[in-house]
């Protein structure tokens, strides 16, 4: 039956029970996996205290409002759940993910109301989307050939896994031996990267893509913090070539935080590291986590 997985590598909770993250399987004939039915959410954990938790729990729900997804679980009980995740790991820095499948469908119409859908909730170590030693000299982009999925197709307001389009990009990342990339949506507008949200600072402005994004959370506190520096900030659309031309790039996720951009499509931007703008606010968001920003703290103590 494979290696047994330690508590402290992850832990999840499926069908009502807690077990360790190894030990978590999908049922093959579950909608989620067959046809990519499902949505999720991903909160941090920090330092022992989750970011902007009741943002992500909220957001989740509206995915699933969004596919016609019901749980038996109302907000306390998911954050229940994620807490009873965390608690058992034991991490201090997690990555704390909630989901959503469609379930099996029963025999008979082949009609999805008729699943009863599935909750999955797990807590792994930290991931870092752009590791740190990556961050401080600058990512290295490309504007990915492979379009977005048209949003018409794929709401990307809803988190999904449909990321046909983004693993095929980050193929040609690494033909490019570049770090990352962002997607083009059909008209040639910038929408996201593979796990994050994209912002060009042009003229002291920061600039995000208004659309065929993700809302994110992380994008919603880049422009908190905007407003606390008094740094301009909106979301507006965004060409390819404006995003070239930018002062300074950079990136924003959950895993990771807000990731500076030295490079697109080999043009080098600034000095080749990190512009001021972008630092600024890096530097603003780590240490308004350390002083307790929008913390739920997570109680190890309570039995598991
Ligand atoms: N866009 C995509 C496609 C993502 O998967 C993510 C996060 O995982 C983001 C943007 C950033 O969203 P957030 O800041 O809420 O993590």
Redesign the pocket.
């Known amino acids: 039956m494979g290696v047994k997985v330690p508590w402290s590598e992850g832990a999840a909770y499926m069908d009502g029970a807690y077990m360790p993250i190894g030990e978590c399987r999908l049922p093959v004939t579950d909608w989620g996996f067959t046809k990519s039915d499902v949505t999720y959410d991903?909160v941090h954990v920090w330092k022992g205290a989750f970011f902007r938790l009741d943002e992500h729990v909220a957001r989740f729900q509206a995915s699933m409002a969004g596919l016609r997804m019901r749980l038996p679980l109302d907000a306390a009980g998911i954050k229940d759940v994620l807490m009873g995740c965390v608690r058992r790991s034991g991490l201090r820095d997690s990555y704390v993910a909630m989901v959503c499948t469609r379930g099996i469908l029963p025999p008979g119409p082949r009609l999805p109301s008729r699943a009863t859908n599935r909750f999955i909730a797990y807590a792994v170590p930290w991931v870092w989307v752009m590791p740190p030693e990556m961050q401080e000299r600058g990512a290295h982009l490309i504007v990915a050939k492979t379009p977005k999925i048209p949003s018409a197709c794929i709401d990307p307001t809803i988190?999904n896994y449909h990321w046909g389009d983004m693993v095929r990009a980050l193929f040609e990342v690494e033909d490019s031996g570049a770090d990352s990339c962002v997607l083009l949506d059909l008209e040639g507008n910038v929408t996201?990267g593979?796990?994050?949200?994209v912002f060009a600072v042009v003229d002291g402005t920061v600039v995000s893509p208004d659309r065929g994004?993700?809302e994110?959370?992380?994008?919603r506190t880049v422009f908190d913090l905007c407003a606390e520096l008094g740094v301009p900030a909106r979301v507006s659309r965004m060409t390819a070539a404006e995003l070239r031309d930018a002062d300074e790039i950079f990136c924003?996720?959950?895993?990771g935080g807000i990731m500076p951009v030295s490079r697109i499509d080999g043009r080098i931007l600034g000095n080749d590291r990190p512009g001021p703008v972008s630092l600024r606010l890096k530097d603003l968001y780590w240490r308004k986590h350390d002083q307790g920003w929008h913390a739920t703290p997570v109680d190890y103590a309570l039995p598991a």
């Open positions: 991903v988190k996201e593979p796990g994050f949200n994004a993700l994110g959370i992380t994008r924003s996720t959950t895993a």
